[in-house]
C-alpha cells in the first residue's frame, strides 16, 4: 500500500466538498501525512462585473471567502490531529491545482466530483476532470451530493 506524506485537498468551501475533505482528512490520519488545504480564488469568473465594481472590495470578499473555506479544513484537521497547510491563490483553478500539487511534492490530490456525464459535462465543465487528466500526481475523486 502507498503511504501518502503530503495529500492535497482543494475546497471551495461548499457543503458539497466537504464530504472529499473529510476523505482526504481520514486518508491523512491513516497515513500520518499532512494536509494541504488549496484554495483558488477564480479572478476570471468576475471579469464581467460593471466597472464601477471595486475589484478590492470583490478581491477582499473572495479573500475571506477562501479563508473561511480553509478555517472549515483546518478544523476537521485539528479534531483529528492531522496538521495542515494552508494556501490561498488566484488563478484559473485546474491549472492551479495542477500546479500546487507538483511544486509542493504532494502524493495524492483529493477532490470532489459530482460525476456530471454527457451534455451536463461538456456545458459545465468539470475541474476535477481537467485536474484528473493532466496532473502527474494520483487524483483521488470522491462523489460529492448536488
Known amino acids: 500500500m502507498a503511504r501518502y506524506e503530503r495529500i492535497l485537498v482543494p475546497t471551495d468551501g461548499s457543503a458539497a466538498t ?26 476570471a469568473s468576475f471579469a464581467s462585473l460593471p466597472v464601477e465594481s471595486s475589484w478590492e472590495n470583490v478581491a477582499s470578499l473572495l479573500d475571506e471567502e477562501g479563508a473561511a473555506a480553509l478555517d472549515d479544513v483546518e478544523e476537521l484537521t485539528s479534531e483529528r490531529g492531522v496538521p495542515v497547510e494552508r494556501a490561498l491563490i488566484e488563478g484559473n483553478p485546474s491549472r492551479e491545482i495542477v500546479r500546487y500539487a507538483e511544486d509542493e511534492d504532494c502524493d495524492l490530490v483529493v477532490m470532489g466530483t459530482h460525476g456530471r456525464g454527457g451534455i ?23 462523489r460529492v451530493e448536488e
Open 120 to 142: 451536463d459535462r461538456l456545458l459545465l465543465g468539470s475541474v476535477t476532470e481537467k485536474v484528473v487528466r493532466s496532473s502527474t500526481v494520483p487524483v483521488l475523486t470522491v
Open 18 to 43: 466537504r464530504h472529499a475533505v473529510e476523505h482526504a482528512v481520514d486518508l491523512a490520519a491513516e497515513h500520518g501525512a499532512t494536509i494541504h488545504a488549496l484554495y483558488v480564488v477564480n479572478s
